[in-house]
């Protein structure tokens, strides 16, 4: 069982930027494909983006052309690179492997406003 443990989250005004880690137990070069995921109050958990381990990615639509995922399998860690952000992308964020999820960490919050 892995274990997931996501940062970086905090508030920033509409249109600016932030970055997430998600450190990873054990060895993410074992996993083949990660993910960022996020939930809003009263939402169920929706996808953000995947990246396997030769580095092919996937966004949701919402997210295309602004955040861009990538992973550090030296540093065992998940990076999610959030520009031009919106009120819309306020959310806990999560990290998970794809297949055969492990269980949810805690999170990091995003809050997106004025």
């Known amino acids: 069982q892995v274990q997931f443990v996501e940062s970086g989250g905090g508030l920033v005004q509409p249109g600016g930027s932030l970055r997430l880690s998600c450190a990873v137990s054990?060895?993410?070069?074992?996993?083949?494909?990660m993910g960022w995921y996020r939930q809003a109050p009263g939402k169920q958990r929706e996808f953000v983006a995947h990246?396997?381990?030769?580095?092919?990615?996937r966004y949701a639509d919402s997210v295309w052309g602004r955040f861009t995922i990538s992973r550090d399998n030296a540093k065992s860690t998940l990076y999610l690179q959030m520009n031009s952000l919106k009120p819309e992308d306020t959310a806990v964020y999560y990290c998970?492997?794809?297949?055969?999820?492990?269980?949810w960490g805690q999170g990091t919050q995003v809050t997106v406003s004025s």
């Open positions: 990246i396997s381990r030769d580095g092919t990615t």
């Open positions: 054990g060895n993410i070069f074992s996993i083949s494909t």
């Open positions: 998970n492997k794809r297949y055969t999820p492990g269980n």
